[in-house]
């Protein structure tokens, strides 16, 4: 009978030692690692908002598109904001990238200049707007 409370111990001590392995080699794991670091701590994402300062006007022949963005978390540097005038079938009527330098925390304002010839200024239904290398989309109607 003494046995059975050393046999109860040792099956214990094997099960306490059994999921310490398991979470040590869970750890080592750097999925694993990461999604437990997320879930414990909280990390900085970085991105960038970029959206419509006022919406856009004519300017006599150019089509004006004012754009705020401010980049969070990240370095800055060199973004390059691409600007399309669509008609109501969604083809170009007019384009323009424009490179713009950001700081991390900082509110930059952008105005994109689109030249319009012709009677191209009736056609236009929306303007599309896109930042290169990130998955962010803006569209606004005109009309």
Excluded: N
Aim: glycine share 10%; with cysteine; charged share 30%.
């Amino acid at each position: 009978m003494s046995s059975t409370p050393v046999r109860r111990a040792v099956v214990r001590v094997a099960a306490v030692l059994g999921v310490v392995g398991l979470c040590g080699a869970a750890w080592a794991v750097p999925g694993v690692r990461t999604t437990l670091r997320d879930s414990f701590t909280e990390r900085q994402q970085t991105y960038i908002e970029l959206y419509f300062a006022k919406d856009p006007w004519f300017d006599g022949g150019e089509l004006v598109v004012p754009l705020d963005m401010v980049e969070h978390g990240a370095s800055g540097g060199r973004r390059v904001v691409e600007v399309r005038a669509e008609d109501e079938k969604g083809r170009r009527l007019a384009g323009r990238a424009r490179a713009v330098t950001t700081k991390p925390g900082a509110l930059t304002d952008i105005d994109v200049r689109l030249p319009l010839k012709g009677d191209k200024r009736r056609d236009v239904e929306s303007v599309e707007v896109t930042l290169t290398g990130h998955p962010q989309r803006l569209r606004m109607h005109i009309r």
